[in-house]
């Protein structure tokens, strides 16, 4: 099955930072969701995109689905311990039937 | 509460015995889903279901069986077929498919 490219795999930034994150595909997807996972726990749902170039925030989260349709951004403001976690992505394409998953974006905080 | 309920938490079975995990709920969704996952890899489809009495095969379905005789319900079975079960297995469901998923917190299986 199709996995989605995810970047980075990894970020370990500061407390108050931003943080900026990515998926492509190399097709084209009608909806793009946004996960966050912490160690031992299901995935749980940030937000949800359904419309090309549209842009919608949850919080300090704001997330866009790309103009071309093949990649959206995740980006979180001011960061904060609690942030920590596994951060993943998820497509559903205009020809699939199923949810593809990015491999995901570790995110450490330093205090 | 409405949600989606795994169980158990933890699991551990002897090499070929046949292990079922349970998912149900209550959110009146339509679809729901099984994934596996292993460390430091994405979410892989095992099986899905978009309606009552009928489910499909995902990417990995060998050695997995599923039903779903009630629409809350989506029990999967890991059986001495498959060759390496030991793994996070996680049940989603949505409204209906392709749209918005939500995941249970979880099972992880580990096969001694």
């Known amino acids: 099955g199709q996995q989605l490219n995810q970047s980075p795999q990894s970020m370990f930034i500061q407390e108050g930072e931003d943080v900026s994150m990515n998926c492509t595909s190399s097709?084209?997807?009608?909806?793009w969701l946004w996960y966050k996972q912490d160690p031992g726990e299901g995935p749980v749902l940030l937000i949800a995109?359904?419309?090309?170039?549209e842009l919608t925030s949850n919080g300090r989260l704001t997330a866009q689905f790309g103009i071309t349709r093949k990649d959206s951004f995740l980006n979180i403001s001011a960061s904060i311990p609690s942030d920590v976690g596994i951060y993943f992505c998820?497509?559903?394409?205009?020809?699939?039937?199923?949810?593809?998953f990015g491999t995901g974006t570790s995110l450490t905080v330093i205090p | 509460d409405g949600g989606i309920t795994q169980s158990p938490k933890y699991l551990f079975r002897k090499e070929g015995q046949n292990v079922t995990l349970s998912c149900e709920q209550n959110?009146?969704?339509?679809?729901m889903y099984w994934y596996r996952q292993d460390p430091g890899q994405g979410l892989r489809l095992i099986y899905y279901?978009?309606?009552?009495?009928?489910?499909q095969k995902g990417d990995i379905a060998e050695g997995y069986s599923v039903s779903r005789e009630k629409k809350e319900s989506f029990p999967l079975t890991v059986t001495s077929a498959q060759k390496n079960p030991t793994a996070f297995y996680l049940c989603a469901s949505s409204r209906r498919m392709n749209t918005e998923a939500f995941f249970g917190q979880g099972t992880r299986l580990t096969v001694v």
């Open positions: 097709s084209i997807f009608n909806t």
């Open positions: 959110l009146n969704h339509d679809a």
């Open positions: 998820a497509g559903v394409s205009n020809t699939g039937n199923q949810f593809y």
């Open positions: 279901s978009q309606i009552v009495n009928d489910f």
């Open positions: 995109l359904y419309k090309a170039g």
